[in-house]
């Protein structure tokens, strides 16, 4: 008995074996001869996905200035909320938190934006620009919720806040070497042109509607979403295929995202040097200066903010005019040398009636006065693009715009410091009675105990003198990291 059973098993199996058999040949025959519609099929999916990600047209610095104006105009609406949200989050010690905020996002930005950039010389300018652009806009939302949590995120933001340095290498990709110049200054010259209205614009819409903060927030978060969506559905990559790395692992040399290369690279160079040197000393209160400035306005000198609104449009009209037409005739009449010690003089005496006086209409003054010192770096980087070698313009640009950077990590500390030693905060200046008369030219607020306000601004002036003795030091025609040197040809290769 149990070997028939045995055998009547087995012969189910087979049975079973051979239907199955049977089942995968005509499955097999099936898709065997539809297997070149399936790879046809998959081949033209990939390159739809190809054709959407590599963007319309070909890559130009329209694509970059339509980005760089999107993202600062989002946050050019929140000027007037940020400065109210300051107030809530920190009563009691206003400028200092603001400077720290400031410090640690402007410090993260300098320790990460080599490496962000060193990456997007190996992998693409387009998927880095959409990073960039998403990370440091993540904070608009927050404000709705959080005024604190708003502040904590701007901060760390700053590890990405490399926006502008992609969007110039993406310039750089798309023009040819005598374009480029203007085409630096055009999307310099959108930066201000996406803060003409856009401040004016959300303090507006504050005014106007009951919860006029959540339209503003609201806005934002909707111009900033159009951005990333133009990002990826219409800017193509710039840098060539043949460029880019095959593979995400692909080694950078740590002297490619080393932030303090820079440093070291100045110190070989005597001339360069003192263009570092004065660089540094002339940057670091601008940097403190415009991290603090509408909120000095608002709350010491005691502009409405209808008022604070106006005059960013003001600056960046004047600041536009100044690094245009106002550039190209001090150069024509007096040359690289004397255009600097121009606009560091102008810096200068802003600096001073801001450190002095709280006058309305002085403000207004030095705000244009302030405007013209603009033309400062941009005459540095044609003193650099006349007198450095074609080859090595680059590295020394580089080098400072790595001073650039770590002053807007000091520069706002400094200032936040200073003015919370000198006891400013919302509460001693809220009620200023400069708020109710655009006329009044008293000068109360001025003082808080025994030392000036505008004592941050009197730092400034010091070392922006210091910058000009340097500048007075500075020749003509000098030339920058010589060829014959061969360390610096190292350092260069390195870059």
């Known amino acids: ?71 600062f105009f989002a946050w050019g609406l929140l000027t007037t909320p940020t400065i109210q949200a300051l107030k809530v989050a920190f009563p009691h010690a206003t400028f200092l938190m603001n400077g720290i905020i400031q410090a640690v996002k402007g410090l993260l930005s300098f320790l990460s934006a080599p490496l962000i950039g060193a990456m997007s010389d190996a992998w693409g300018r387009k998927s880095f620009l959409l990073l960039c652009v998403f990370f440091t806009c993540i904070p608009i939302p927050v404000l709705s919720f959080s005024a604190v949590g708003y502040f904590v995120a701007m901060a760390v933001s700053g590890i990405f806040s490399a926006t502008f340095s992609i969007a110039f290498a993406y310039v750089a990709d798309s023009t040819c070497a005598n374009e480029r110049s203007f085409s630096y200054g055009v999307v310099s010259a959108t930066f201000a042109a996406s803060l003409v209205v856009s401040p004016a614009l959300g303090t507006w819409l504050i005014q106007f509607f009951d919860d006029g903060e959540t339209y503003v927030v609201l806005l934002a978060s909707i111009i900033t979403a159009v951005n990333l969506l133009f990002i990826v559905l219409v800017v193509p990559e710039s840098l060539p295929e043949e460029l880019r790395k095959t593979t995400w692992g692909s080694a950078i040399s740590w002297k490619q995202v080393d932030p303090f290369g820079s440093f070291c690279k100045a110190g070989t160079d005597g001339s360069l040097l003192k263009l570092s040197v004065m660089v540094f000393l002339s940057y670091l209160p601008e940097a403190g200066q415009y991290s603090c400035f509408f909120l000095y306005l608002k709350q010491v000198v005691g502009f409405s903010l209808k008022e604070v609104a106006s005059f960013i449009a003001v600056l960046c009209i004047s600041s536009v005019v100044a690094q245009t037409a106002g550039l190209s005739l001090l150069m024509m009449a007096l040359g690289h040398k004397y255009t600097i010690i121009v606009g560091l003089v102008l810096q200068a005496s802003q600096l001073f009636i801001y450190g002095i006086w709280t006058t309305k209409w002085l403000m207004w003054v030095a705000g244009i006065l302030a405007s013209f010192a603009s033309i400062t770096y941009p005459a540095i980087s044609a003193l650099v693009s006349k007198n450095a070698e074609p080859e090595q313009q680059g590295v020394v640009l580089g080098i400072l715009t790595g001073i650039r950077g770590l002053c807007m990590g000091l520069g ?36 808080q105990g ?41 350092s260069q290769h390195s870059t």
């Not at 099936?30 to 046809?40: A, E």
């Open 1 to 71: 008995d149990n070997c028939a059973m045995m055998e009547e098993n087995i012969l189910h199996y087979d049975m079973d074996k051979g239907r199955k058999n049977r089942t995968f040949r005509k499955l097999q025959q099936l898709f065997g001869s539809s297997r070149r519609t399936w790879k046809s099929i998959g081949a033209e999916a990939k390159l739809d996905n190809c054709a959407m990600m590599e963007g319309c047209g070909k890559p130009s610095v329209v694509h970059a200035t339509i980005v760089i104006f999107l993202e």
């Open 412 to 447: 706002p500390a400094i200032f936040g410091l200073l003015f919370y030693m000198s006891n400013v905060h919302l509460n001693d200046t809220e009620e200023s009675p400069q708020s109710q008369s655009s006329d009044n030219v008293g000068r109360t607020s001025s003082y």
């Open 450 to 490: 025994d030392m000036f306000v505008g004592i941050p601004f009197l730092f400034g002036v010091v070392l922006v003198i210091l910058a000009l003795l340097v500048a007075f030091c500075i020749k003509n025609e000098e030339t920058l990291m010589k060829k014959s040197e061969p360390s610096l040809l190292d």
